[in-house]
T-cell receptor, first 113, second 114 residues
Framework: SQKIEQNSEALNIQEGKTATLTCNYT??????LQWYRQDPGRGPVFLLL?????KEKRKERLKVTFDTTLKQSLFHITASQPADSATYLC????????????FGRGTSLIVHP | DGGITQSPKYLFRKEGQNVTLSCEQN?????MYWYRQDPGQGLRLIYY???????QKGDIAEGYSVSREKKESFPLTVTSAQKNPTAFYLC?????????????FGPGTRLLVL
């Protein structure tokens, strides 16, 4: 079965710097990968989707890359702000092109003023 | 306002008691899901439904039951057979129009055992 790995340690950065979060996966080739943001005590909110034939996707200060050879996605937040502090989850289809995503454990991002 | 609502926000269960968590959506989505989240863990799928009157078990269905009598509603019952029910429960919905459809989540229900 597929496995999703996100760094369990919190990422601490200074305001204004670029935050980079990593999502690694094993065992199969997903048709897409999604990133969600979750604030404490709340449900996740969708941020970006990138498909297997796309190398990079951007949305405002967010950028996602998808390297199907390395089986890795990188999630970047440029010019980070304290309001960006949250847990970021990556999600992949449970198998191949399944419409049901499987979520990683998430990485906590803390942006210090 | 379109979205997903969950109630209650907090729920307390006594030993041997069944409790039901509510989930309603007005997004006209076909698919609905229930996830469980424990501290430091990812979301784990309990049950999902693609259509009214039909649902499938997810990865951790034991001790839970669901129904889908209306498109808008997907309640989850935590039965007394679930020995470790303390967790944060999230309901979500999505369309089924293509691969990679966005999941829209509710605000969650935190279940605690007395």
């Amino acid at each position: 079965s597929q496995k999703i790995e996100q760094n369990s340690e919190a990422l601490n950065i200074q305001e204004g710097k670029t935050a980079t979060l990593t999502c690694n996966y094993t065992n199969y080739s997903p048709a897409y990968l999604q990133w969600y943001r979750q604030d404490p005590g709340r449900g996740p909110v969708f941020l970006l989707l990138i498909r297997e034939n796309e190398k990079e996707k951007r949305k405002e200060r967010l950028k996602v890359t998808f390297d199907t050879t390395l089986k890795q996605s990188l999630f970047h937040i440029t010019a980070s702000q304290p309001a960006d502090s949250a847990t970021y989850l990556c999600a992949l289809p449970a198998s191949g092109g399944s419409y049901i995503p499987t979520f990683g454990r998430g990485t906590s991002l803390i942006v210090h003023p | 306002d379109g979205g997903i609502t969950q109630s209650p926000k907090y729920l307390f269960r006594k030993e041997g008691q069944n409790v039901t968590l509510s989930c309603e959506q007005n997004l006209n989505h076909d698919a609905m899901y229930w996830y469980r989240q424990d501290p430091g863990q990812g979301l784990r799928l309990i049950y999902y439904s693609q259509i009214v009157n039909d649902f499938q078990k997810g990865d951790i269905a034991e001790g839970y039951s669901v129904s889908r009598e209306k498109k808008e509603s997907f309640p989850l019952t935590v039965t007394s057979a679930q020995k470790n029910p303390t967790a944060f429960y999230l309901c979500a919905s999505s369309t089924l129009q293509g691969v990679g459809e966005t999941q829209y989540f509710g605000p969650g229900t935190r279940l605690l055992v007395l």
